[in-house]
């Protein structure tokens, strides 16, 4: 089932790159992390339900014939592409020469480093880890951890959703960028100074909403840089080298945080990761503002 979600998320992925044109790009991917986020709510509600009047191996049969009948409804309801993915290439592997060749680049390297990996820490490590141990040295009961977790999941989709219904190219994804990373990284490092079942609340909701907030705009940045400046290593490259990235930050993540958790404390795991959010939203930022302004003199001079 892991392999097949990672198979249909980044397929669905990459048809709505197809599909979107490029001014509604950010827009269109923001909803789609709405679809997604909506389905982890939706089914963390359901699956209580369902397993608990019907039993455990239910829910696995549901959600089987779901599966099938979202296959069906694919097959038959979804338009297919007329022509190849937009940023499909020949021999679109990416080696080692091309992932550094990619990285070397100031914005691309910033972009990932600074917003892509620390939020995939976050939602990975945080939401799927830290919480619910956290949650449960706190005293929280299971249905506890478990509303907390659905608050984060609709912080998601209504930040998303929010983004998504902005009139196109009159907002800018780096504000939006920052200010989602600022508002997640601030609030999980004040549930991590003072922890308590509020704080911990607070931290979802903020968390919840920031990611959502920058899921969308990180990936059309992402797709314009590939478009754009990156043109020449070729966008089906530049992607291999974020999703590559992004696996490795998860694992590399899961294992530094598990260490400073085991060895300091829960808290003290939460305000390492909100430190990285902070520190790189910061880089991200700085870097920004200061080949912003280096443009603009240099167009002056010409």
């Known amino acids: 089932s892991g392999i097949g979600s990672a198979f249909a998320s980044l397929s669905c992925q990459d048809y709505v790159i ?5 001014e509604q790009r950010a827009q269109a991917l923001g909803l789609f992390h709405v679809a997604m986020f909506g389905g982890f709510y939706a089914g963390t509600a359901l699956g209580g339900v369902v397993a608990d009047r019907l039993g455990e191996r239910s829910v696995f049969l549901v959600c089987a014939a ?10 038959r309801m979804l338009p297919g592409s007329n022509h190849g ?52 040295a706190l005293g929280a009961s299971t249905a506890d951890t478990g509303r907390l977790m659905m608050i984060y999941f609709l912080m998601v989709i209504l930040s998303g959703s929010l983004y998504g219904r902005l009139p196109a190219g009159k907002i800018s994804a780096v504000g939006i960028t920052v200010a989602g990373a600022l508002l997640g990284g601030l609030t999980l490092l004040a549930a991590a100074a003072v922890t308590n079942g509020w704080t911990m609340v607070v931290a979802a909701i903020g968390t919840g909403l920031g ?54 404390g829960y808290s003290a795991g939460m305000g390492f ?17 200061a080949s912003h302004s280096l443009s603009i ?3 002056r001079k010409a």
């Not at 197809?18 to 490029?22: I, N």
């Not at 779901?66 to 097959?75: D, E, K, V």
């Not at 060749?101 to 490590?125: C, K, N, R, S, W």
């Open 18 to 22: 197809d599909a979107a044109p490029k």
């Open 66 to 75: 779901l599966i099938l009948i979202s296959a069906a409804m694919i097959f």
């Open 211 to 264: 990611y959502g907030l920058v899921s969308g705009p990180q990936t059309a940045t992402v797709m314009g840089l590939a478009e754009g400046r990156l043109a020449h290593i070729g966008s089906e490259k530049v992607l291999g080298t974020v999703r590559v990235m992004d696996r490795i930050g998860s694992v590399v993540g899961l294992i530094a945080i598990a260490g400073v958790a085991g060895n300091f």
């Open 85 to 136: 993915s937009t940023h499909a290439e020949k021999d679109g592997r990416t080696n080692l020469r091309q992932l550094l060749e990619t990285m070397a680049d100031g914005q691309f390297a910033t972009l990932l480093f600074g917003i892509i990996l620390p939020q995939t820490i976050l939602d990975q490590v945080f939401i799927s880890y830290l919480l619910s141990l956290q949650m449960n």
């Open 273 to 289: 990761i909100a430190i990285l959010v902070l520190a790189g939203v910061a880089t991200y930022f700085i870097y920004y503002v």
């Open 297 to 299: 003199i240099g167009r």
